[in-house]
């Protein structure tokens, strides 16, 4: 496959220059660490389901590194391929990045919720050769569905099942490559520092996901000024309950905490509870998630305090942000909240500044990260005054380098800025506070639901006549999925369930189920036949989730 970062080119010069492409991978700097301190901690992770806990220190995890890679050139694995992998927050979601660094192929992490239909969409049109997948997670068998999907996919030449945190198959498969060094033709192949090295997939309005495209340049420029500015440093304690194959997880719980030389603690199922105890006894310093990781930890500050003690900073984003919930969390979490704006294909654009004030902190998004500009225009981009909603657009040092096999998509001008899809509002501070999205997506939880793909396959149903997906508010979610339905003449009735098993039986993530099902005699339509989703939402926001209403 050709890998063509069209968004590359017409900024290195100038990034190189300025300083904000600083010439390094996170692979450079873990071998930094190895050399300094190989005996110092580098990854624990805890397996929520059996309460199981296993530490590699910088040594032990570059002997992972080091079977994983050469595992990998045994498969056939070259310079340039994509290497997919579909698992949770486990350690070989660590090694295979940095193995797949030290020979040059491209990473291309996978949601755990994704199923047949996404995936068969990501693996072909990312042309991975090779796929690693859990055996089962959460209760699902992961491999039942790989074998069905593997047939399909004639470019995937290996579909490789790790198993679980208690079935360690991955083991037996990688322990003769351990120790070993690898071939110099395959370590002649490492990674770049702009070498496209991560492919992620982030659902939008074209019916289809894109393939978002990093560098490791890109993507420091965003991580070194964010671990200064929020004072984080070699003394920190990383916690990671976002999945690693988002880019939360990928960029803060991975990148950044080896770059900073300081332990990263991994959780793979979120339970509040867990994450308590984990946070108390790890000492964990940090955290970064969305809005209802936030809203469960602060439920039981509010009882107890105590396993939070050395909790410093929480930096909450994703997710629509109550500002009620931000003045509890730092009434009784004891943890500065710090608030934050970002995309996949950005990072963190902006945050509030720890020496921010209270009306900062719990009435804006942040102001931009050092190397980015934003700007709020209205329709037709002409900057609105201040105070105003208009559209917002982002450019500079961390914006990705294109979308794969899409670069009609980028919607990068000539000028650098990138068209976020998003409403903001810009204060005299120059701070925003996102007031809503331009794009047709809701945001459940931090995870985007594609409301396009899936209101096709409503249509699809056959006592289905018209229909609409719109966001929901809701305390805890930030946005579920409300679906409004026309029924055809003569139907049988339609409940939420039946609805669900129809979207499951499809191939849908069940984080991408509508939660609330609206029959209605007709949708509210434009003149031209556009659906008024405005009309919509304000109906949706004075619904709750989980009934149906005919």
Partial sequence: MSIDPVLLEPRRETMTRLGLWRGRTVLDDFERNLARDPDRTALVCHDATTGGRRAFTNRELDRE????????????????EVVS????????????????????????????IFRRRELAFMLDHGEAVVVFHPSSFRGFDYDEMYRELVPSLPRIRHAVSI??????????????????????????????????IEILYTSGTTGEPKGVMHTSNTMFANLDPYG?????????????????????????????????????????????????????REGVTFTMASTPFL???????????????????FLSSGAPIPRILMRRASEHLGARIISGWGMTENGAVTTTRLDDPPDKV????????????????????????TGQEGRLQVRGCSNFVGYLKRPQWNATDAEGWFETGDVARMDADGYIRITGRAKDIIIRGGENIPVVEIEGLLYRHPAIADAAVVAMPDPRMGERACAFVVLRPGAEPLT??????????????????????????????????????????????????????G
Avoid at 164 to 183: G, K, N, V
Avoid at 251 to 269: E, F, K, N, Q, R
Avoid at 513 to 531: D, N, W, Y
């Fill in 65 to 80: 590194v080091t079977a994983v890679a050469g595992f990998l050139v045994s498969l056939g694995v070259k310079r340039g």
């Fill in 85 to 112: 992998y579909q698992l949770p927050n486990w350690w070989q979601f660590f090694a295979l990045h940095l193995a797949c660094l030290r020979i040059g192929a491209v990473t291309n992490p996978l949601m755990p």
């Fill in 163 to 196: 198993g679980t945190p208690t079935d360690d198959r991955l083991e037996p498969l990688i322990a003769p490559f351990r120790d070993r060094p690898l071939p110099a033709e395959a370590t002649a192949g490492r990674a770049g520092p702009n070498d496209v």
């Fill in 228 to 280: 200064a500015r929020l004072g984080l440093g070699r003394d920190d304690v990383f916690l990671m309950a976002s999945p690693m194959a988002h880019q939360t997880g990928f960029m803060y719980g991975m990148m950044l905490p080896i770059s900073l030389d300081c332990p990263t603690v991994l959780l793979d199922i979120w339970i509040p509870a867990k994450a308590a105890e984990v946070i108390a």
């Fill in 295 to 313: 809203t469960d930890l602060t439920a039981i500050a509010e009882a107890d305090q105590a396993p939070f003690a050395t909790l410093a900073k």
């Fill in 362 to 385: 719990f009435e804006t998004d942040g102001c931009p990260m050092p190397g980015m500009e934003i700007r709020v225009v209205d329709f037709d981009g002409t900057s609105v005054p």
């Fill in 496 to 549: 939420l369930a039946t609805l669900s098993a129809f979207l499951l039986e499809n191939g849908i993530s069940r984080t991408y189920l509508p939660e609330r099902l609206e029959l209605v005699g007709e949708l509210p339509r434009t003149q031209t036949g556009k659906i008024q989703k405005f009309r919509l939402r304000e109906v949706a926001a004075t619904l709750t989730a989980d009934t149906t209403r």
